[in-house]
């Protein structure tokens, strides 16, 4: 889970999401609303139990070709995540979140950011790992604070020399039991870059009792999204999210120990089953807006930066809730 999403995921739970109340154990085989997917932080510490959240995910985006240099490439990410929410006093909670997302880039005749093959690099780990606590104030303000660790390396690369940091801190105002907004901050290094400072605004919007609108909402990686609960079980999700991952390349290569850059825009429309009050599966299509490779070498130095086309996307996912 990215910086962004941590954020957007940590404030949403300090006024709302912190635990399944135990009126939730006997639905147990029941089919599961968005609602019931965000108790309250309001149940006392003690009425509340630790919650664990296990998700895999992957996704392809297909070939797309350069806007001005020659060549294409495609990428493809498969990945997994582990949340554990542990209830913390009356009103709080601490939670734990480690990640991993393994790339595969596939570049044909991209000979701007390679000459000798058009192949810059191909794969590539991330792994992150965050720890957040949430508090809820009073009825209306709550506050999240976080840090977190990143290691992300191309194949080949040392993974301590991918290695950033951060910080994260934001609150929220609920202005009513169906509508809240939320402001914070991620203070971030980079890979031979100054420090990043991102500010974040969050929303959680129940527009009525099938349509919504909030920050992560909680299918893929989307940090913003209006969601439609078609049925119980059945939700859909028109969403976006930046998306962005920095790394380490290899010592050999166009750029021996430099950094590779990759980002992009994901528009998608999500369709999300729950199979029981616990299991759910989804599934997306969608289209890659603002993709951009970047190539730096060992001292941050641009060397290279290609801007490509939009390119067509689909994904798939499972989450276990226990």
Known sequence: MTPARLLAAALLASPAVASQPPAAESAAHQPVTQEERAPSLSTPG?????QAV???NAD????????EG???FAATRAGGSIRVAIPAYEKAQVAFDVGYDR???D???AVTLDAADGEPWSGVNDVNATTTFANRIDDKWSYVAGAFVRSAFADGADAGDGFTFGGILG???AFSDRFSLGGGLIASSMIEEDWRILPIVTIDWKINDKLSLRTNPGVGRRILGLSYQATDDLRLTLGTGSERVEFRLEDDGPSPKGVGRFSRLPVAFDVTYDLSHSLSLN???GYLFSQEIVLDDEGGERIRREDADPAFGIGAGVSWRF
Not at 46 to 50: L, N
């Open 46 to 50: 003690r009425e509340r139990k630790t």
């Open 54 to 56: 296990v998700s895999f």
């Open 60 to 67: 392809h985006s297909f070939a797309t070709d350069f806007e």
């Open 70 to 72: 020659p060549g294409e």
């Open 103 to 105: 790339w595969e880039f």
């Open 107 to 109: 570049f044909k005749d």
């Open 171 to 173: 609150v929220t105002y």
């Open 283 to 285: 599934g997306y299509v």
